[in-house]
């Protein structure tokens, strides 16, 4: 049983030494990129309300959310996804205000995915969120803060794929379907099953150009010249004004001087139903999955008492460490330090010279020696450990080992 005790649950891990050095070192840089652009950190509860993340919100389906009950038999769950609670709390706080409010936040979710699918429970994201602007400006904002944002992480090659829910939501208008069906089509797209998708559209009533708009849409991706493809398979007014709201922001992103890094996916959809216009994720090379996903949400605060338009995203850090892992990226990370270890008749003179260390802003660990350990067993582990220098003080003096 103490054996067991030393490992962790499933889908959770230990991060520690100079992977927790790297990790908050890359937090700090993105962070920063965040207030340089003029948002504000918030930090919501790591457990909420059930209803916060109910089925009508479109955030995570209840059986992979976390479940427990307070004193008074209320049901809590740990959070699964920052933007419903940064929704609440901005309808609570934010209720009369209607100039953009721009916030950003560093925090772990937790969703309770199948443990067959091999991925984390618990991943820490870094986001931000832009409330009351439902113009394109505020999308490209928001973009070429995700570009920026992984600049910070050492990352050069990247790529930001833009989609958009109304183009999928207006050629849906044309065909009528169930929600059944709707949601069986949804997945076919998501993973490109053309047959599929044929098949499905071939037992239903639709028309020869919906039928073609769908067949097309998993072949609508790569650069800006897919726009002009999509405008060409359907008239529906909602799908074509879509298209144009993208022109219009791939317009705006080559004034920021980022347009090499887009591309857009028009057959991109999002497991988060809350999702209204514009919708993205972010790609690199080393990592499996994005890295960055986010969009505009502008009914969910509608939700909460709060009539407002907003747009955001998540960085997904874990990811980001394997794609830095991957790709060899060297972070200047501040793990290193300094080791004073003494014998104990020289504790003040060790003490002495550990705070001149630190008042220099060096970091500097002081270690009384023990009889029964060697000092070249402390001199190798902090080594290994990073240490930059480690400094034997004794009857020979301050010697570095």
Not at 20 to 33: G, M
Not at 352 to 371: F, M, N, S, V, Y
Not at 378 to 388: I, L, N, P, Q
Request: hydrophobic fraction near 40%; proline fraction near 2%; charge should be negative.
């Amino acid at each position: 049983m103490e054996k067991v005790l030393l490992h962790t649950p499933v889908g959770v891990r230990d991060i520690y030494g100079r992977e927790c050095a790297v990790k908050l070192t890359i937090e700090n840089k993105i962070n920063q990129v965040f207030n340089i652009y003029g948002y504000h950190n918030i930090q919501t509860p790591t457990f909420e309300f059930f209803d916060i993340f109910s089925k009508e919100r479109g955030s995570v389906a209840s059986k992979n959310l976390y479940k427990f009950f307070d004193r008074e038999g209320n049901t809590l769950v740990l959070r699964p996804d920052l933007t419903p609670s940064i929704a609440r709390s901005v309808a609570k706080y934010y209720m009369n205000v209607k100039v953009p409010i721009k916030l950003c936040y560093n925090a772990n979710t937790y969703i309770n995915n199948s443990e067959l699918q091999g991925k984390l429970k618990e991943i820490t994201q870094l986001g931000c969120e832009l409330i009351n602007d439902d113009s394109v400006e505020a999308d490209a904002e928001i973009i070429a803060l995700v570009v920026d944002s992984l600049k910070a992480t050492g990352l050069k090659e990247f790529l930001v794929e833009l989609g958009q829910v109304d183009f999928y939501k207006g050629l849906l208008q044309e065909c009528g379907f169930d929600e059944e069906t709707e949601q069986e089509l949804r997945v076919r797209i998501e993973n490109k099953n053309n047959f599929g998708v044929e098949e499905l559209l071939d037992s239903q009533n639709v028309t020869e150009e919906a039928k073609n708009a769908f067949l097309r849409l998993p072949e609508l991706f790569g650069s800006v010249e897919v726009l002009k493809t999509a405008k060409s398979l359907t008239t529906n007014r909602k799908a074509l004004k879509a298209i144009t709201r993208l022109e219009k922001l791939y317009s705006i992103l080559e004034d920021y001087g980022v347009a090499k890094y887009i591309s857009f996916d028009l057959g991109m959809l999002s497991n988060f139903n809350y999702y209204t216009g514009i919708i993205f994720k972010a790609y690199t090379y080393g990592s499996g999955d994005e890295i960055v996903a986010g969009g505009r949400y502008d009914k969910l605060l509608g939700q909460f008492g709060k009539n407002a338009a907003a747009i955001g995203f998540a960085v997904y850090m874990d990811q980001i460490m394997i794609a830095v892992n991957g790709q060899h990226i060297e972070e200047n990370t501040d793990y290193a330090y300094e080791v004073i270890i003494y014998d104990a008749k020289f504790r003040k003179y060790a003490l002495q010279l550990a705070t001149d260390l630190r008042k220099q802003g060096i970091k500097t660990e002081l270690i009384p020696k023990k009889k029964n350990i060697a000092i070249e067993e402390y001199a190798r582990f902090k080594k290994e450990d990073g240490a930059s220098r480690v400094t034997y003080i004794s009857d020979n003096g301050a010697v570095e080992v």
